[in-house]
T-cell receptor, first 114, second 116 residues
Framework: DAGVTQSPTHLIKTRGQQVTLRCSPKSGHDTVSWYQQALGQGPQFIFQYYEEEERQRGNFPDRFSGHQFPNYSSELNVNALLLGDSALYLC?????????????FGDGTRLSIL | AQKVTQAQTEISVVEKEDVTLDCVYETRDTTYYLFWYKQPPSGELVFLIRRNSFDEQNEISGRYSWNFQKSTSSFNFTITASQVVDSAVYFCALSRMNSGYSTLTFGKGTMLLVSP
């Protein structure tokens, strides 16, 4: 039973560029959430997708956008990259968008901005 | 607004010692979920436990135990007879219940170092 998979594992970009991160949810899960984890900090919620729609959004600018596909996989896009966007980006999946289902996390994509 | 505080930034113990990780939370909700996750150096967040605000019964799972006290808004995690493999960053998290949106609010984490 495959868990949450994220790609790529590592990514290096320069300021001003754009990046796309990808996530495949755990088998049977239909909800995907994205989190940003800066070094030495806890993960911060970016947004959540359910039924191909953004259902909730954290305190992140519009430079952060996403998409969910019919097979429940998801992408996170970040435009006009800033140095402060350097972080570990975690994808989590769950069954349904309710809080009663624990979220399962992938290994993350480590994004470095030069 | 919801907030989770893990006051201990880093804890170092010697193998076989017991260790308690503290977690204090703030929420205006009367119903909510509390979680603990473990993050080894690989980066993946591993789910350990979920408790709902209705149930203050303490829970034990092998060497792990959790003490939930609603009166003090605390959800502490104890590892008995710690092992080197327990070395990781541990996060306490909070989510709303039945809101339809299961977003997690995390603390800053506690790094546990268990030496042989």
């Amino acid at each position: 039973d495959a868990g949450v998979t994220q790609s790529p594992t590592h990514l290096i970009k320069t300021r001003g560029q754009q990046v796309t991160l990808r996530c495949s949810p755990k088998s049977g899960h239909d909800t995907v959430s994205w989190y940003q984890q800066a070094l030495g900090q806890g993960p911060q919620f970016i947004f959540q997708y359910y039924e191909e729609e953004e259902r909730q959004r954290g305190n992140f600018p519009d430079r952060f956008s996403g998409h969910q596909f019919p097979n429940y996989s998801s992408e996170l896009n970040v435009n006009a990259l800033l140095l402060g966007d350097s972080a570990l980006y975690l994808c989590a999946s769950s069954l349904g968008a309710g809080g009663n289902q624990p979220q399962h996390f992938g290994d993350g994509t480590r994004l470095s901005i030069l | 607004a919801q907030k989770v505080t893990q006051a201990q930034t880093e804890i170092s113990v010697v193998e076989k010692e017991d260790v308690t990780l503290d977690c204090v939370y703030e929420t205006r909700d009367t119903t909510y979920y509390l979680f603990w996750y473990k993050q080894p150096p690989s980066g993946e967040l591993v789910f350990l436990i979920r408790r709902n605000s209705f149930d203050e019964q303490n829970e034990i799972s092998g060497r792990y135990s959790w003490n939930f006290q609603k009166s003090t808004s605390s959800f502490n995690f104890t590892i008995t007879a710690s092992q080197v493999v327990d070395s990781a960053v541990y996060f306490c998290a909070l989510s709303r219940m039945n809101s339809g949106y299961s977003t997690l609010t995390f603390g800053k984490g506690t790094m546990l170092l268990v030496s042989p």
